[in-house]
């Protein structure tokens, strides 16, 4: 079975300092897992995505994610956040045909 | 590359309504469309693959939702007898045709009032 929790459902940091969002996973399969981002109203943006290439994945504006088979983890972080990194946060995990997604971490920048 | 469009981005209806997903710079075998509440996750409610009948999730109704994939780039949903309780954020996804990834990308949604 295939499933994706999120450890904190809102995150707050200061503009400037580092950002951790944690993800934990299971899965049955060899999984591909993803970040997106949604910011209001709108739809979800590919942040990055593990496929067993490299544990550590580069994602764009910064993000970066690490794969740890054993902690079944996959946190996603950036070295210094900015104000329109503000908005939700998805982790999920591919099996077979569908998405299984994170219940999202709000992150709130303050500035 | 990979923008998945949908149209409208809002709209508030009566009694029925059609929302596109289009796939601009791809073909996509496969859709999804998801809907979501106000501070929740997505939930998936069917797939649709081009050329064949969607498959919807358990409790998802099939003849309220109506799902049509015409072509490679071009998902529809219709939501018939719509009630206020439908009311709500749609979002389809579109993942590539061929490519052997299994990468979604998804649209901007579509805010959903029934009256």
């Known amino acids: 079975a295939q499933s994706v929790t999120q450890l904190d459902s809102h995150v707050s940091v200061s503009e400037g300092t580092p950002v951790l969002l944690r993800c934990n996973y299971s899965s049955s399969y060899s999984p591909s897992l993803f970040w997106y981002v949604q910011h209001p109203n709108k739809g979800l943006q590919l942040l990055l995505k593990y496929t067993s290439a490299a544990t550590l994945v580069k994602g764009i504006n910064g993000f970066e994610a690490e794969f740890k088979k054993s902690e079944t983890s996959f946190h996603l972080t950036k070295p210094s956040a900015h104000m329109s990194d503000a908005a939700e946060y998805f982790c999920v995990v591919s099996a077979g045909n569908q998405f299984y997604f994170g219940t999202g971490t709000s992150l709130t920048v303050i500035p | 590359g990979a923008v998945v469009s949908q149209h409208p981005s809002w709209v508030i209806c009566k009694s029925s309504v059609k929302i596109e997903c289009r796939s601009l710079?791809?073909?996509?075998?496969?859709m999804f469309w998801y809907r979501q509440f106000p501070k929740q996750s997505l939930m998936l409610m069917a797939t649709s693959n081009e050329g064949s009948k969607a498959t919807y999730e358990q409790g998802v109704e099939k003849d309220k939702f109506l799902i049509n994939h015409a072509s490679l780039t071009l998902s529809t949903l219709t939501v018939t007898s719509a009630h206020p309780e439908d009311s709500s954020f749609y979002i389809c996804s579109a993942r590539a045709s061929g490519s052997g990834t299994d990468t979604q990308y998804f649209g901007p949604g579509t805010r959903l009032t029934v009256l």
């Open positions: 710079d791809f073909q996509a075998t496969t």
